[in-house]
Nanobody
Framework: QVQLVESGGGLVQAGGSVRLSCLAS????????MGWFRQAPGKEREFVAA????????YYTGTVKGRFTISRDNAKNTMYLQMNSLKPEDTAVYYC????????????????WGQGTQVTVSS
């Protein structure tokens, strides 16, 4: 079992930046891949970015590539999402997720989820 807690969300103007954090606890001695997802009002949860255990491999959805950066510090059991050049359409609740086996963009393949943190981008 892995417990995840997101932080760092808030209100930001378009063009601004925000860094989200996801702190993991529980079975953190095992290796696990992680991802960021988001859900806007009235829409399904969608993939944002993923990172492997060692951090060497990352994957982004096209709409955030070049603007967002996923990273992790395993010594701190923390994953990050640096979001730059934010747009109003990035407004959503952002969730982090973890899987001991899966790496990728499929929401259904991640068994562990945080409670989410709201990011609101004003125009």
């Amino acid at each position: 079992q892995v417990q995840l807690v997101e932080s760092g969300g808030g209100l930001v103007q378009a063009g601004g930046s925000v860094r989200l954090s996801c702190l993991a606890s529980g079975r953190t001695s095992s290796t696990y891949n992680m991802g960021w997802f988001r859900q806007a009002p009235g829409k399904e949860r969608e993939f944002v970015a993923a990172i492997t255990w060692g951090g060497a491999t990352t994957y982004y959805t096209g709409t955030v590539k070049g603007r967002f950066t996923i990273s992790r510090d395993n010594a701190k059991n923390t994953m990050y999402l640096q979001m730059n050049s934010l747009k109003p359409e990035d407004t959503a609740v952002y969730y982090c997720a973890a899987s001991f086996r899966y790496y990728g963009s499929d929401t259904n393949r991640y068994p562990y989820w945080g409670q989410g943190t709201q990011v609101t981008v004003s125009s």
